[in-house]
């Protein structure tokens, strides 16, 4: 683990060396400072950055032995983590009402948590003026099994502000259980067997927006296993879904379109408006 670039100077050695080694008196870790990383700090301005570090509640002290504070360093992860997820956020994050009619941008996500909260929180919330119901064009039935607290409270004011018709190409156990429970989150109407999807790519429609949502192959293959496999609910592999959802992280390719003409004639095509 390299803190190097969180903490600069003796404090980010000091850190290497006591996740490596824990429980270190000053002169031990005075001894691997000089050994490791051939500095010219002296023993006396390590002794100051100890004390430091001790008052920051970074390092703790019992007798004379130091070790990191667990609960500074799950602090630490914590706040990395979210500077990771605001990052990936800005981005793929793209202002739909400077698009122009006709232009098109390109996105890439990593993993089903990443490309859910885009849906959710940006695509299925585009502008409507119009409030033209959603359609959603999918080959099976998304689940929100395994998404995060901020992934369900979104979808359920997503689905206050557009009416969503959803168009599921498979029809099976697993993909009616996940769709009684996107009924539930808000989610209008759903049918099934209807050819709406490619293999490796979905799409969704709302205002004047269209979203192709492309898969790896792998992935796709996997995800049909999983639906098709159970004959009953009961038999649904819950361990190997999470799996999936939260492990398992494929580069997923989004394309959107603003093409007022093109989300007239899915409405028409789908939803006879």
């Given amino acids: 683990m390299n803190y190097e670039t969180n903490f600069s100077g ?51 002290k019992e007798k004379s032995m130091y070790s990191i504070n667990s609960v500074w360093a799950n602090n630490f992860k914590k706040s990395a983590e979210q500077l990771v997820d605001k990052i990936s956020t800005k981005e793929n994050k793209i202002n739909l009402k400077e698009m122009k009619d006709g232009e098109s941008k390109q996105l890439q996500f990593k993993g089903i948590l990443e490309i859910g909260w885009f849906l959710i929180n940006q695509l299925m919330i ?15 039935c998304y689940s929100v099994v395994g998404l995060e607290e901020k992934h369900l409270t979104s979808l359920k004011k997503a689905c206050k502000e557009n009416q969503w ?17 996107l009924l539930s989150y808000g989610m209008k109407n759903i049918k099934y067997a209807v050819p709406c999807a490619t293999p490796l790519s979905d799409k969704m429609i709302i205002g004047d927006y269209i979203a192709e949502i492309t898969y790896p192959s792998f992935f796709r293959k996997l995800w049909a296993i999983q639906n098709r496999l159970p004959k009953k609910v009961i038999e649904f592999n819950l361990a190997k879904h999470l799996l999936y959802m939260r492990e398992l992280q494929p580069a997923i390719e989004v394309t959107i379109t603003k093409n007022p003409k093109m989300a007239e004639e899915y409405q028409k095509q789908y939803l006879g408006k």
Wanted: hydrophobic letters at 35%; a positive charge.
């Fill in 10 to 60: 003796i404090k980010g050695k000091v850190i290497e060396i006591l996740s490596e080694n824990s429980d270190l008196t000053a002169k031990q870790i005075y001894n691997k400072l000089q050994r490791n990383y051939a500095t010219n700090c002296t023993y006396q301005a390590l002794h100051k950055t100890l004390k430091q570090m001790t008052l920051e509640n970074i390092l703790l």
């Fill in 165 to 181: 018709y959803v168009f599921v190409q498979e029809k099976n156990k697993l993909d009616q259980m996940f769709g009684k429970t």
């Fill in 126 to 140: 585009a502008p409507n003026p119009s409030k033209k119901p959603g359609i959603a064009l999918w080959r099976f």
